[in-house]
C-alpha cells in the first residue's frame, strides 16, 4: 500500500514538474482502411516503465470521450465502445479499434508518464475508404466518350488513360461524410481501337493500380453491332425479293404451259316429242286404219 502511494506522489510529481518546464506534444497522422482493425501506441515505453496512460479522444461527430488505465491494476473506459486498451507482445501498451470506420475518425490524445518523465502525443487519426470503379463507352453529341469513374472513395482516387495524347482532366465532386467521386471523360477520335483503350485508378487504400477497360454502356450498340444490324436488314430484303420474283416468274410460267381451254363438247341427242304430241300422231293413226276398214 505505501508503495502505491509512493508511485502516484511520483507520478504527480513528475506531472507537475512537465506543467512547470512545459511539455512538448509530439503529432502524428495515422490512416486505416474501412473495416480493418485500427492499433494506436502512444508511447514506445514497456509496461514495466509506464506508470499510467491517459487517451482523451475526440472524434469528427462531436463525440468526446475518455480512457486510462494505471500498472496498478485501475483502468477508465467512458468511451462505452467497442474499443479498449491492450498490452502488445512487447509488453507495450495500445489502444484498439476494431473494424474501424468513419465514426472512429478524429483526433486522439495521449498522455504517457513513466519512470523519468510525460510524453504527450496527438494522433490525427483518418480513415481510406476504398472507391467503387467502373468504366463505359457512351455517345455523347453523336461521338464516342470514354468514361471511368471512381465514386464516394476517401481521399479522391486518380484517373489516367492509357491513349498517347494530353490525358482529359479528373473532375472531383465532394459528397456527404467526407467522402470524393472522381471522373474522368476522354472523348474518342474516329479511328481508335476500344478493344485496347483502358483507364488507371490509383488510390491509397491498393497497392497497385486498378485497370479497367471500358465496356459499351447497357442500350449503346457498338459499330459491328451497327454494321451487322445493317447486313442483315439488307439480306433479308433481298430474300424477300427474290422470293417474290421467283413467285412471280413461276405463275408466268405456269399461264405460258397451259393450253387455251376448249368449249365442251355437243352431244348429238336426238329430239324427244313430247308424250302428248306421241299419243296425239298415235290417236289419228289408229281413227284412219278404222275408217278404211268400215
Not at 469513374?149 to 467526407?178: D, Y
Not at 490509383?202 to 459491328?224: A, D, F, M, R
Not at 410460267?253 to 329430239?271: D, G, H
Request: aromatic share 10%; charged share 20%.
Amino acid at each position: 500500500m505505501e508503495m502505491r502511494v509512493m508511485m502516484w506522489i511520483y507520478a504527480l510529481f513528475i506531472l507537475l514538474t512537465a506543467e512547470a518546464w512545459g511539455t512538448d506534444t509530439v503529432v502524428r497522422n495515422a490512416t486505416f482502411n474501412l473495416g480493418s482493425d485500427a492499433n494506436l501506441t502512444c508511447s514506445d515505453k514497456t509496461w514495466n516503465e509506464t506508470m499510467y496512460v491517459i487517451w482523451k479522444i475526440s472524434l469528427k461527430n462531436s463525440k468526446e470521450c475518455r480512457m486510462s488505465f494505471s500498472n496498478d491494476g485501475q483502468s477508465e473506459d467512458l468511451c462505452n465502445d467497442s474499443k479498449s486498451l491492450r498490452n502488445s507482445s512487447k509488453s507495450r501498451p495500445y489502444l484498439h479499434i476494431p473494424n474501424f470506420s468513419n465514426n472512429d475518425v478524429g483526433i486522439y490524445r495521449c498522455e504517457s508518464a513513466f519512470k523519468g518523465g510525460i510524453e504527450n502525443y496527438e494522433i490525427n487519426v483518418a480513415i481510406t475508404v476504398r472507391p467503387t470503379i467502373s468504366a463505359w463507352l457512351e455517345r455523347e453529341n453523336n461521338k464516342m466518350v470514354a468514361v471511368c469513374t471512381a465514386e464516394r472513395g476517401k481521399p479522391a482516387a486518380n484517373i489516367s488513360w492509357s491513349h498517347t495524347g494530353n490525358s482529359p482532366p479528373v473532375e472531383t465532386l465532394s459528397e456527404s461524410h467526407g467522402f470524393f467521386t472522381a471522373e474522368s471523360r476522354l472523348e474518342l477520335t474516329e479511328g481508335v481501337d476500344v478493344k485496347n483503350l483502358s483507364c488507371a485508378v490509383s488510390h491509397p487504400y491498393w497497392t497497385e493500380e486498378q485497370i479497367l477497360v471500358p465496356e459499351p454502356q447497357k442500350g449503346l450498340p457498338t459499330l459491328w453491332l451497327y454494321i451487322f444490324t445493317g447486313v442483315a436488314f439488307v439480306v433479308l430484303l433481298t430474300v424477300i425479293l427474290l422470293f417474290a420474283l421467283n413467285k412471280i416468274k413461276w405463275r408466268r410460267c405456269q399461264q405460258s404451259n397451259t393450253p387455251p381451254s376448249k368449249s365442251a363438247p355437243t352431244e348429238n341427242v336426238e329430239e324427244v316429242e313430247p308424250y302428248a304430241s306421241y299419243v296425239q300422231r298415235v290417236n289419228s293413226i289408229y281413227n284412219s286404219s278404222a275408217d278404211l276398214f268400215t
